[in-house]
């Protein structure tokens, strides 16, 4: 039975009863005229004692595929075969999503400036409430992001692969990459690292659209830590290829502006030297070849050829060379 509730100010599990799913509307903060921005809050309540899981999408307004993932997921889990809670936002900043943009009112990223301030601008206002509102509930975090406008990502996760327990999270996604990324980052998930919060990052797919696939896999993963953490007694189902791990990662840029065309493809590994790009002018003559600064696989890409000067061409991850 789905329990809803009247929008609060102030999230409570406790409150919350046991063995129930809940639709809640928590305020964050007001608008120009004064009303209320509520965020949806979805939460199954299985047998007290067990672990919080926290579920996170939309940090960005046009990053929507994990949107369907949290309502797939809330649907699929029955209260009476948890052993904890689980607390999903499918769409963590309203102003953003509701402008069908990537960053937030005043044009800041909030996944920069995490965990905000209780005393600083909107952007910041807005993170601090959040994070001290809900995320600190969490003993876990997955954070569900896609690429940006003009940008394709594969399936990969960024975690502290330092850490055993973000280690496990990160492989049980059966993601086509992993990413080594360490915390205090100014992102959501590092901020959750931070106060000792188990997070991690999962980028699925691409922005302002549902792909089918990506969600599956998104759901099938969460599923996976569910049973890893003895919250469910689901089979942890493992994937029939290897996820390649990476030490690091970084975006590579033009040095010039013109027509962009990307000639690799996403978990397309390259050596150093191979030809990765073109720029050409308006009129179709080339003006530059960019080429591998090192070998690596293709975790992202822009897709967009109208590319100004310092324009990202491909995000390139480093293999880990004893994985």
Not at 129 to 152: C, E, I, P, Q, W
């Amino acid at each position: 039975m789905i329990r809803n509730k009247e929008i609060i100010s102030d999230f409570v599990l406790n409150e919350i009863p046991i063995q129930s799913k809940s639709r809640i509307w928590l305020s964050i903060i007001s608008d120009g005229l004064g009303l209320n921005i509520e965020v949806p809050i979805m939460v199954v309540r299985g047998t007290p004692g067990g672990p919080v899981l926290g579920i996170t999408a939309a940090v960005h307004g046009n990053e929507l595929n994990g949107i369907p993932v949290i309502q797939r997921l809330i649907n699929e889990v029955d209260p009476a075969d948890v052993y904890g809670t689980i607390v999903a936002i499918p769409v963590f900043n309203i102003p953003s999503f509701q402008r069908k943009k990537r960053r937030f009112n005043d044009g800041v990223d909030l996944n920069h400036i995490m965990p905000g301030k209780s005393n600083g601008n909107i952007s910041q206002v807005y993170a601090h409430r959040m994070f001290n509102k809900v995320v600190k509930h969490f003993d876990y975090l997955l954070d569900l992001h896609t690429a940006s406008h003009g940008r394709v990502n594969s399936f990969y996760v960024r975690a502290d692969m330092s850490n055993a327990i973000t280690r496990e999270m990160a492989l049980l996604q059966n993601a086509q990459i992993i990413v080594n990324n360490p915390p205090s980052d100014g992102t959501l998930r590092g901020a959750a690292e931070d106060i000792g919060i188990h997070a991690i990052t999962i980028e699925i797919g691409n922005p302002n659209t549902f792909q089918k696939k990506m969600i599956r896999s998104g759901v099938e993963g969460i599923h996976n830590i569910l049973s890893y953490l003895n919250m469910t007694d689901d089979d942890i189902i493992t994937s029939d290829f290897d996820t390649e791990l990476c030490d690091r990662s970084y975006w590579i840029y033009t040095d010039t502006g013109g027509l962009l065309s990307v000639h690799v493809d996403l978990t397309q590994k390259v050596k150093r030297g191979d030809h990765i790009a073109t720029i050409r002018n308006v009129f179709g003559d080339i003006k530059t070849k960019y080429y591998s600064p090192e070998d690596g696989i293709v975790i992202g890409k822009s897709i967009s050829p109208n590319n100004q000067t310092g324009g990202r061409i491909l995000h390139l991850g480093i293999l880990d060379s004893i994985q």
